[in-house]
Every structure is written in structure tokens, then in C-alpha cells.
């Protein structure tokens, strides 16, 4: 179990993030200032970290200079309210290895997290989901009926990907609207109706079950 280090200091968005990404198989720690994230990150005992820009104690930038000052290996998405030209180049030009700005969708960040994770030497596993004659190839972002590709929308595969990574599993409306849109998406929205309406046009009707009371599975 890859173990991921989250420095963050909005307690709603890093306990967005943490439970996200503890639904998908890792062990997210999350700290609230750069100080504390910079010691941590140097402990030796993670495989990433997601680290937020504008943290009190110390600002990300600089944290992401001490770690490479350290010659620390590890692999760092940095997260960010800013919107920049000039903070993409700082970050990237610092040693990251990714750039989010936010509001962002949770689908894409775990992405990021599994191929930086990847590029580093971790095993990621399923990275073929199926469900009958339904296949995704999340390595190259590909969906299969039988033989044929598929052409899924970035929206389309991430809400199929999230249904399939947990096969049999009940979830709500709520949850995939989180996983898939992102924390700043509207509760009261019907989005999600209608995207599962798309996967059952282009992956077969039966895929998706409407689950009374609760939301969708994919059996």
C-alpha cells in the first residue's frame, strides 16, 4: 500500500483528498503547515506527496526546495489555488513532478498519483479494470466493448473508471459526484444521472444498476 503524504492546510479540502484517496488503496497522512510537511517528507516513510502551495510556516515552493536541497527522491504534485504561468514554471522548475491547480477533479488527481507512483518503480495494480464484456485500459485511458474501442469523453471514463475500481460496490450520488467533479460540485445536481446515462448508450445497458435509495454499482 503506497503511503502519501498530504500537506495541505484547508481542512475541508485535505480531508476531501485523504478520504479519496484511502477509498482507492492508499494510506494518506495528512499535515496542515509546511514546517511539519517537510519533516515528514523527510522521514523516509512515503512513496509521494501532494503539497499545497500557500501553507502557513512555510510556503510549498520553499518546501519543495529543501527536498531537493535533501537530494529527497520523492515525487511531489503540488496543488495550488494559484492559476499561473510563472507559478506552473516555479513549481515544475523546482523539482515537482505535477501541477493541479483547484478546483480540481479527484478522478484526475489519483491519476497523477498512480503514474508518478509508477514512474518511481511502485506496482500499481488494476490498471485493466473489466466487467463482462466491458474493459478499461487505464494506462492508456481506453474503453472496450468486447473488441471494439469505445470512445469515452474524460468525464465518461472517469465516472466508469471510479464505478468499476469498486465492482459490486453501492455508491452514492454524492460520492461519485465528488470523485468524479471534484469538492466544489453541486449536491443537488443531476449530472450524474445523466453521465450514467452516456456509459449505458456507449457500454451496454446493463453495465451500470441503479441502486434505490443509494445510487449506482456496477456488478
Known sequence: MSRILVVEDEER????????????????????????????????????IVLDI???GMDGFTVLERLREEKSPLPVIVLTAR????????????????????????????ARVRLRLRTTGETIVNEDLAAGSVRLDVRSRRAYVGDREVDLSAREFALAEVLLRHRGQALSREQLLSHVWGYDFDPGSNVVDVYVGYLRKKLGAGLVTTVRGIGYRVE
Open 54 to 56: 500557500g501553507l502557513p
Open 83 to 110: 492559476d499561473s504561468v510563472t507559478d506552473t514554471v516555479a513549481a515544475l522548475e523546482g523539482g515537482a513532478a505535477d501541477y493541479m491547480s483547484k478546483p480540481f477533479r479527484f478522478a484526475e488527481l489519483v
Open 13 to 48: 479540502i485535505a480531508s476531501f483528498i485523504a478520504k479519496g484517496l484511502r477509498a482507492e488503496g492508499f494510506a494518506p497522512t495528512v499535515v496542515a503547515d509546511g514546517v511539519t510537511g517537510l519533516d515528514y517528507a523527510l522521514s523516509g516513510e512515503f512513496d509521494l
